[in-house]
């Protein structure tokens, strides 16, 4: 199948039109942003979400006028001149180590950034970057500033203190420049993931017009279903006959990788009304770019390891969140509610840092729905999903090694329907946990801690699915099975076979084994006896499945 090429890892706008690569039109919006008004603008989106691309086209339009946007929506609608751009990516300052490297970093960059507009830097000793700014627009006006990824610096300085006010003040200093000679500028927008106040984005510019949670720019970052078909509908039919080549089945449809697209990619709105729904680019690119590969968390693992926000994240609330708050930390399926300013509240300094919030800004959270002014928040996709569960278990059984040692055998275990086996390794993997890992969990608790497992080993499970008459308390499958499982928990063991006799009778009373699949149908009754709160702390084994019958 021969077909217009990706490129996955190039996010130039230029790159992308000269070697006739796939752009999804953007354009309207851009010139709706920009026609008229000069900003400042400003907009948050996770990483990967093709921040960069905007603001190269930014970059494009304003440098070039339209030659390289033939085609699109905004040619026949631009009509201004062309400017000198000046352009800011901070995300190549992470890893600058001092505070003298990083101005002189910055200085380098920048004066790097006036060469490329047309713009000469004085020869004069200029000691920071906002004096280098004020004294280059002294013979300038009606220039472009474009600024990607502002809070790069300051993020990758976070657990050094002094590192970090450093660079704030650097950068605070710099926006207040551009603040201050606001009459020079044609047009400013800046990016970023996460919101820090006294940069002076959000302080110095009063007037800045934030477009984060804006309903009209809701779809401006990510795609739309809409999207989806009209920019890669060949390449959702390439990678149907991939994937039926690759597993000898022809089991795969276009509604079907489509579906599976949206379960591992989609889920993510970011505006006040959730009314926006957009898939992750950076995954749906790398996905049809290798459709081989299957549906693999691309996003996730672009970050290059496991987030130390979302890592403290969980610690915090394992370490220190009762029974309640511990049940909506595990699980994966609930939403969160929430208002924008706890969703992007203005970080000052390491004291104030709210890891939820981070890691809503950061992409691991979005925004489900929206009732009354309250954002219900939750984990958006499979993707995310996965990796979530993955550092849970990691940090509930203190190894980093739980996947590897636990992924074969709950897939291989499952798809034996050996009940006897699957009690052994469900007891193998419960005593991986300490007492201070359960000595607060509850029944919901181990039933989605279950169910993190499953999803971490690659087994395809749910938990609170409607049947015929009411809700299990985890779906799984593997092989030829589906498992409905329904679990009870008891801290007595005189209370077994009670709890046994209740599971039981929920199985049979609300039809659990009535599902419409092409699988056979196990459903099982287990009781966990939790011996935590009765046991001392040196105790080894303070929980077990002590029953698990087919009904």
């Not at 280098?132 to 502002?150: G, P, Q, R």
């Not at 989806?228 to 390439?238: A, P, S």
Request: aromatic content about 12%.
């Amino acid at each position: 199948m021969k077909f217009t090429k990706l490129l996955p890892n190039s996010c130039n706008f230029r790159d992308l039109i000269d070697n006739n690569r796939v752009y999804v039109d953007k354009t309207a919006l851009i010139c709706q942003i920009a026609k008229d008004e000069k900003g400042p603008y400003f907009i948050s989106r996770p990483r990967r979400f093709g921040k960069s691309t905007l603001i190269n086209t930014f970059h494009e339009l304003f440098a070039h006028g339209t030659e390289r946007f033939k085609g699109l929506e905004i040619e026949p609608l631009w009509k201004d001149k062309t400017y000198k751009v000046i352009h800011l990516d901070f995300s190549t300052f992470r890893e600058v180590p001092s505070n003298s490297s990083f101005n002189k970093e910055f200085m380098d960059a920048f004066k790097l950034s006036l060469e490329e507009a047309g713009i000469e830097p004085t020869k004069e000793n200029i000691d920071s970057p906002a004096n280098l700014l004020k004294k280059t627009l002294d013979t300038e006006s009606e220039v472009v500033l474009l600024v990607d990824e502002y809070d790069a610096p300051l993020t990758a300085v976070l657990n050094d203190s002094n590192e970090f006010e450093d660079r704030r003040k650097i950068l605070s200093n710099f926006y207040l420049t551009v603040k201050s000679c606001d009459g020079k500028f044609r047009f400013i927008f800046i990016t970023g993931v996460t919101y820090y106040s006294h940069t002076s984005i959000f302080s110095a510019f009063n007037n800045l017009k934030d477009l984060t949670l804006d309903l009209r720019y809701g779809a401006l970052l990510g795609y739309t279903s809409e999207e989806l078909e009209l920019y890669f509908g060949e390449y959702i039919d390439n990678a149907v006959e991939v994937l039926n080549k690759k597993y000898h089945t022809e089991r795969y449809t276009h509604d079907l990788v489509v579906s599976e697209l949206k379960r591992n990619y989609d889920g993510y709105s970011f505006d006040e009304e959730a009314l926006n729904h957009v898939y992750n680019p950076w995954s749906i690119v790398n996905f049809f770019d290798a459709p081989v590969r299957g549906f693999i968390p691309y996003w996730v693992v672009s970050g290059g390891s496991t987030p130390t926000f979302l890592v403290n994240y969980l610690k915090q609330g394992l370490e220190k969140y009762n029974t309640d708050d511990l049940q909506s930390l595990l699980n994966i399926d609930s939403t969160v509610n929430s208002a924008a300013e706890y969703l992007y509240p203005k970080i000052e300094n390491m004291a104030n840092l709210d890891l939820f919030a981070i890691l809503y800004q950061a992409g691991y959270f979005c925004i489900k729905a929206v009732v009354d002014d309250i954002f219900k928040v939750g984990i958006p996709n499979l993707e995310v999903k996965k990796a979530y569960s993955n550092i849970v278990l990691n940090e509930l059984t203190k190894t980093k090694e739980a996947k590897l040692k636990y992924v074969e055998p709950f897939k291989e275990v499952l798809a034996s329907g050996n009940l006897d086996k699957i009690k052994e390794l469900f007891n193998t993997f419960i005593n991986e946990f300490s007492y201070e890992t359960v000595k607060n969990f509850n029944e919901a608790c181990f039933r989605d801690v279950l169910k993190l497992a499953m999803l971490t080993f690659n087994v395809t499970a749910s938990t609170e699915v409607m049947g015929a008459c009411g809700r299990a308390d985890i779906t799984a499958e593997a092989g030829d099975y589906l498992y409905v499982f329904e679990l009870k928990v008891t801290d007595n063991s005189k209370d077994i076979d009670t709890k046994l006799s209740e599971a039981k009778e929920q199985i049979i009373k609300n039809k659990y084994a009535r599902r419409l699949t092409d699988k056979t149908v196990i459903p099982v009754a287990l009781v966990l006896e939790n011996n935590s709160k009765s046991r001392e702390k040196s105790d080894t084994q303070v929980c077990e499945i002590v029953a698990l019958e087919k009904v």
